[in-house]
Nanobody
Framework: QVQLVESGGGLVQAGGSLRLSCAAS???????MAWYRQAPGKQREFVAR???????YYADSVEGRFTISRDNGKNTVYLQMNSLKPEDTAVYYC?????????WGQGTQITVSS
């Protein structure tokens, strides 16, 4: 089991940057982690994933603009978001897979104004 707490959300102008953090309640060195997002009226969608070995994967819509990283010593995963667009507006969720169970944080709101 793991608890996840996201932080770093807020309001930013288009073209700006934000960094989200996801703090876990346990050691994450062996855990695959990811970020998802959900915009109003839309389904939750994949944003980025980082494996326990450090391999990264991105949605086409954020490739080249977002970077996922992890600091196992701090039990924290980050999402650096650059060149933000209004369509990036959503609630961003951190998720972790522990054995066969997927855990979610409470989410953090990102609003990008045009």
């Amino acid at each position: 089991q793991v608890q996840l707490v996201e932080s770093g959300g807020g309001l930013v102008q288009a073209g700006g940057s934000l960094r989200l953090s996801c703090a876990a309640s346990r050691n994450i060195a062996s855990i695959n982690m990811a970020w998802y997002r959900q915009a109003p009226g839309k389904q939750r969608e994949f944003v980025a994933r980082i494996t326990n070995g450090g391999f990264t994967y991105y949605a086409d819509s954020v490739e080249g603009r977002f970077t996922i990283s992890r600091d196992n010593g701090k039990n924290t995963v980050y999402l650096q978001m650059n060149s933000l667009k209004p369509e990036d507006t959503a609630v961003y969720y951190c998720t972790a897979w522990v054995v066969t169970t997927q855990y979610w944080g409470q989410g953090t709101q990102i609003t990008v104004s045009s």
